[in-house]
Nanobody
Framework: QVQLVESGGGLVQAGGSRRLSCVAS????????MAWFRQAPGKEREHVAS???????HYSDSVKGRFTISSDVAQRTIVLQMNSLKPEDTAVYYC????????????????WGQGTQVTVSS
């Protein structure tokens, strides 16, 4: 079992930056693959970025070059640094986790945080 708590959402102007954090609790976190997803109004939830606790990341094409995902094992935290934000990045951002043995980077997640709203104004 993994519990996930996100923070860092808010209102930001287009072109600005925002840093989201996800604190994970539970045993044997190294057995989990971690990710950020987002869901905009009227759209399906989509994968943003994902990472192993030991490193090694994967990004969606829509955020590649603008967002950076990182892991801090000691703080049990996954960070999503978002730069050059666009209005289309407006969404509720969710932290997610799945067993490391589940294949694929963008699906199969079964642990979710409550979400944090990011709104990018034009």
């Amino acid at each position: 079992q993994v519990q996930l708590v996100e923070s860092g959402g808010g209102l930001v102007q287009a072109g600005g930056s925002r840093r989201l954090s996800c604190v994970a609790s539970g045993r044997d976190l190294s057995n989990y693959y971690m990710a950020w997803f987002r869901q905009a109004p009227g759209k399906e939830r989509e994968h943003v970025a994902s990472i192993f606790w030991s490193g090694g990341s994967h990004y969606s094409d829509s955020v590649k070059g603008r967002f950076t995902i990182s892991s801090d094992v000691a703080q049990r935290t996954i960070v999503l640094q978002m730069n050059s934000l666009k209005p289309e990045d407006t969404a509720v951002y969710y932290c997610a986790a799945k067993n490391i043995r589940t294949p694929g980077a963008t699906s199969g997640y079964n642990y979710w945080g409550q979400g944090t709203q990011v709104t990018v104004s034009s």
